[in-house]
């Protein structure tokens, strides 16, 4: 009860700290402001249904990322909240795990999605470097960096843009 009126960070768990988590690659001394609704929305568009959860999330989080399913880590509580906030994520997950792929599989392919589609939320710069990279995930990524660019740059809702990026990138 304190909690709520003292308007703490964790009130929005585990919004506060997937966002830092996002952004712990960021130079020092940075400030970000950050839209939780709009970051909700985007990432609400990860997992619409099971097709959709596998174009918009295809890769894991590389293997020295720290991700992990323990008790000891905090991934596994964020995933048992992110499920109570999102039917659509529970539904999905329940049709993908374990007939298409593991558990372990769905949450860093899950992960790794919303820390790529939060990042460029949260760090625009982000999307001339990977505009510029060689990279074979980077260049994988193309359809987000177009979707990001959008997102961005425009006053339409997340779910215009990901109707316009389906119909026009995929």
Not at 11 to 21: G, K, L
Not at 32 to 43: A, K, T
């Amino acid at each position: 009860e304190a909690d709520e009126e003292l308007g703490i960070q964790d009130d929005i768990f585990p919004w506060f700290h997937m966002v830092q988590w996002c952004a712990e690659d960021a130079k020092a001394n940075c400030v970000f402001r950050w839209d939780l609704p709009r970051i909700q929305e985007v990432v609400a568009l990860l997992a619409e249904d099971p097709d959709t959860f596998c174009m918009r999330c295809p890769d894991e989080l590389p293997a020295g990322s720290g991700f992990s399913l323990e008790d000891d880590t905090a991934f596994i509580e964020w995933a048992a909240a992110l499920l109570e906030w999102s039917p659509a994520l529970r539904q999905v997950r329940f049709r993908l795990v374990p007939a298409r792929m593991k558990e372990f599989t769905f949450w860093s392919r899950y992960f790794a999605g919303v820390l790529f589609a939060r990042s460029f939320l949260l760090k625009p710069q982000n999307l001339q470097k990977a505009a510029q990279s060689k990279s074979p995930l980077q260049q994988r990524s193309r359809r987000w960096r177009l979707l990001a660019h959008i997102l961005m740059s425009s006053d339409l809702t997340v779910g215009a843009c990901w109707h316009w990026w389906s119909h026009h990138c995929c």
